[in-house]
Structures are given as C-alpha cells and as structure tokens.
C-alpha cells in the first residue's frame, strides 16, 4: 500500500474508535438526565432508591467513555498536522475556528460540570446537581453541533471564497448551516439515542440474566427499551430525508450506495449483490424493478445518475454498498427488537406494577446481544458518509490525494500497526469493565457525606 492509503486507514483507525464513545454520550448524559428527575419526582418512596440505584451506574459508563472519548479525540486531532497538512493548509482558515468553538463552548461547559456531575452527590443540593447534568448533557450535544457542522461543510461546502488556493469564511452562517448539517445532526443525535438506549437496556438485560440486577435495572431496561422504540421511527424518517439531501448534493454517493453503473430511469433496488468495478456489473444481484427511484426520489419513474456520469470522481463502490446494507439491516433489527420488547411491557405492565418482570429469557439474551448494536449501525454509516466522499477530503473542491503528508509507507504503517493494537486492548478492557461493572454494581450510600467541621462535636474537637 501507497502513503495515500496507508495514511486513509491510520485516520479511519482513529476516527473509527473515537467515535464509538460520543455516540454513547451524546445520548447517555440526557438518560441520566432523566434518571435524576424521576428520582426526584419519586422523593420519599422506594422507586427514588431505584432510580438513583440507575444514575450511580450509568453515571461511571458516563465517565469512562467520556475519558476515552477524550484521549482518542486528541489523537485524532494530531493526525491533522501529521498526516493532513495540506488539509489545515488550506482549509484551515474554516476548520481551524471550528474545531476551537467546540472546545471553547462544548467542552470546557462538559470538563466544568462533569466534577459536580460526578461527585457532588451529597456535597451540593438536589438543584446544583440537577443543573450540572443538565449542563453536561447540553455540552455533549453542543460538541456535536460544532463538529457535525464541519463534517457537513466537508461533505456540502458553502458559504466560502478561495484567495491563492486558501479558503476563506465568506458567509459564517452558510458555511454552519451548509446544505446537508441540518440532516446530518439529526441523523447523528437520533443514532446516538438508539447506541445508548440498546446500551442501556443490553446491559441491564445482563444484569437480569446473571442475577445481579436491583431495582435500578428493571427501570434503566424498560426505560432503554422505550428510547429505542421511539427513536427507531424517527430514525428512518431522518434518514429518508437525509437521502433526499445527499441524491441532490452528492449523487456520485448515491450512485455507490446502490451500485447504479449506468443512468436509468425507473431505476431497480439492489438488495444484495457482488458489486464488481472493473466489469462494471453487480454479480448476483437480486433487484425489486423501480423501487430504488421510488425511494431515492419518491419517483417510481425518476432518473437516477450512475457511476458512469463520474468517471473520475466517484468512491469505491463496494465498501459504500455493503456498509448502507448492514446500516439498514441493523436499523430494521433494531426495529424488530425494540418494538417487540416494548410490546411486551406494555402488554405484561400489570406483572410490572406488581413488581415482576414482563420480558421472557429469550428477549433479555436477545437485548444482551445487542448491546452494542449501536455501534455496529454507527460504524457502517460512518463507511458510507466518509467513504462515499471520496475521492475528495472537501467534496468536489480538494482532492485526498492532494492533501496528504509525503512520509515513508513504512513509517506510517508501524504507527498504523500500533495504533491499531492499542485500540483493540482498550477496547476490549472498555467492555469487560462494562461486564465487571454490571456484575458487581456499587449501590449508592443512603447518608450525605459530611464535612469534617460539619461531624465534629458542638463543643469542638476533643
């Protein structure tokens, strides 16, 4: 393999295991958000325990990949000046001020709250507590704003002007609000809603199942379980608009995604195939006349463009195809589970009140399974969005070729080789502390902790 290559993959390794924990706790910090207020609302009865029996769990999933989130994230920000310097060269002037709002408003309104979040539990009142979740979940959703944003310029520029071969910020608002960022973000919150929700509700089926479970995780699975439910829908909906959107801006993608190799109309949907790019054909492919139009258009009759209209300019089809298959197939299990699990509850919610569990063996081995299905849906849409960009880092304005770092395949194929090997194990030990956590949950202390002034006798220190 070629630098160019060597150096793509370095990047995906990075940006591939950076984003696993964001996703998360985009959505996670709003669970725990919740857990709180009926906490609250709940003050004085055993369902109050329960629910902060849920925080104190979820809360130390919160922090542990909310730290690795942040390491990984900073060693992907290197990867900009070691392997990308032609990148900030000369998109700095828009990527750069992007990047710093995100640290300046997301972050440090995270890093600030996160030590209340975290440990003020009887050191500050129920509000103060209360209002510091708030804040670090309104941070997390900030810091996906901020990058989502850039994301987008990259996949649908606008709103800028290029003075010798540097671009430059013409219009701010254009350049945040791009063709394709209002799609985008909400396609990536509704993500990180179904990653945490199967989460939340994978892990706590776990604890049911290996019989460590508490209060807490009968209402973090029905809770988790309801997310996914509702947010599953409205992920389809997101994403049929958001198809609509890339069909306009980036058809070349669109192209890819469903292995279109000449511009027809009434155009067929591939549902499985072999996309082969040096015949120009999908082998065995199994294909429904007209509905990729419908879809794709709403037009049983639209043309749509194929990969011969870019003959230079258009991705490696198989990676594209194949990653929106196991995308949508994961969505439509989710779907599946999601709704059959809530169907359950809803239909055992008297065994519910009366304390018991509505859901049979089977169903809790099947949400332990998916436990981080999420993921796996997060991962085959980031293929199709980034890879389907290619094979432009700034779709249709500058080329990846043109932008990457001369150094020796050698060089950057160790450093692949040990990034790679450092994220396995992290990743492995990330789960088995999730599996240790949930098999041996701490339960919160019923007595506020006090100072030491505070404990001492009226009369002072003997």
């Not at 209360?130 to 990259?154: D, K, Q």
Request: charged share 15%; with cysteine; net charge positive.
């Amino acid at each position: 393999m070629d630098t160019l290559m060597l150096s793509r993959l370095q990047f995906a390794a990075n940006i591939a295991f950076h984003i696993l924990f964001p996703t998360i706790n985009i959505a996670l910090c709003w669970f725990l958000l919740y857990f709180r207020l009926r906490h609250g609302a709940a003050k004085g009865t055993a369902a109050a325990r329960h629910w902060e029996e849920a925080y104190y769990l979820w809360t130390k999933v919160f922090a542990l990949s909310f730290a690795l989130g942040v390491v990984s994230g900073i060693t992907m920000s290197f990867q900009f000046g070691t392997n990308w310097p032609g990148y900030m060269e000369r998109v700095g002037n828009i990527a750069g001020p992007l990047l710093g709002y995100e640290v300046l408003t997301a972050f440090f309104l995270e890093a600030t709250f996160l030590g209340i979040m975290l440990f003020g539990r009887g050191r500050v009142s129920e509000r103060v507590h209360l209002l510091a979740t708030l804040m670090v979940a309104l941070g997390t959703t900030l810091s996906a704003f901020w990058i989502l944003s850039l994301n987008s310029w990259m996949q649908t520029p606008a709103g800028f002007e290029v003075v010798d071969g540097r671009y430059h910020a013409r219009d701010w608002l254009a350049i945040l609000f791009n063709p394709s960022f209002p799609y985008r973000l909400a396609h990536k919150l509704l993500a990180s809603a179904l990653t945490a929700s199967f989460l939340v509700a994978g892990l706590s089926a776990w604890q049911l199942l290996r019989g460590t479970d508490n209060g807490g995780s009968r209402l973090a699975l029905r809770t988790g379980v309801v997310g996914a439910a509702i947010a599953i829908p409205l992920q389809i909906v997101a994403g049929d608009m958001h198809g609509l959107n890339t069909l306009q801006h980036q058809p070349a993608k669109i192209a890819a995604i469903e292995a279109i190799w000449q511009t027809e109309k009434a155009a067929p949907l591939t549902l499985v195939g072999w996309p082969d790019e040096a015949a120009r054909r999908t082998h065995f492919a199994l294909q429904v006349p007209g509905l990729a139009s419908l879809i794709l258009a709403h037009d049983p009759d639209a043309e749509l463009q194929g990969l011969n209209e870019f003959p230079d300019a258009h991705p490696p089809v198989a990676p594209v195809f194949w990653g929106f298959r196991i995308m949508v197939g994961m969505g439509l299990l989710m779907l599946a589970v999601a709704w059959w699990s809530a169907w359950t509850l809803w239909r055992g919610r008297r065994e519910i009140s009366a304390g018991r569990l509505a859901l049979s063996r089977t169903q809790l081995r099947l949400l332990a399974a998916m436990t981080f299905a999420g993921w796996i849906a997060t991962l085959a849409g980031w293929i199709v969005t980034e890879v389907g960009r290619q094979p432009f880092l700034v779709y249709g304005q500058l080329r990846t070729a043109e932008l990457v770092a001369r150094h020796p395949p050698g060089m950057v194929l160790s450093t692949l080789i040990a990034y790679l090997a450092t994220y396995v194990f992290l990743l492995a030990a990330y789960v088995l502390v999730l599996m240790y956590m949930a098999e041996h949950p701490a339960m919160p202390t019923a007595q506020t902790p006090q100072s030491p002034k505070a404990a001492e006798p009226v009369g002072g220190p003997a």
